[in-house]
């Protein structure tokens, strides 16, 4: 295997490796999208439970995500990624 596809994978597969992807490639930040009252009631009552991954599955489940991050189709498409939410 070609030396720089081997120290690619090591590096990909290393702790930290999306941090470091945003690091390079940031992503700009644009205005937050407003949620209705009713999902907004719905949103803190799960917060107040603590459980951390039920928030998240939820707002993911929402037609647009609250604020814009490519992350978010990423753990849509992926969503097993999210068994590592404490």
Avoid: C
């Avoid at 295997?1 to 945003?22: C, F, P, R, T």
């Amino acid at each position: 295997m070609n030396e720089w596809v081997q120290k690619s994978i090591e590096i990909a597969n290393g702790k930290g490796y999306l941090d470091k992807l945003h690091e390079v490639y940031p992503v700009l930040q644009e205005a937050e999208r407003e949620i209705s009252a009713e999902v907004k009631k719905d949103l803190r009552k799960i917060y107040k439970t603590g459980d951390n991954l039920e928030l998240i599955k939820t707002l993911l489940k929402l037609p647009k995500f609250p604020v814009k991050d490519p992350y978010v189709a990423f753990l849509r498409k992926k969503e097993f990624f999210l068994s590592t939410i404490p």
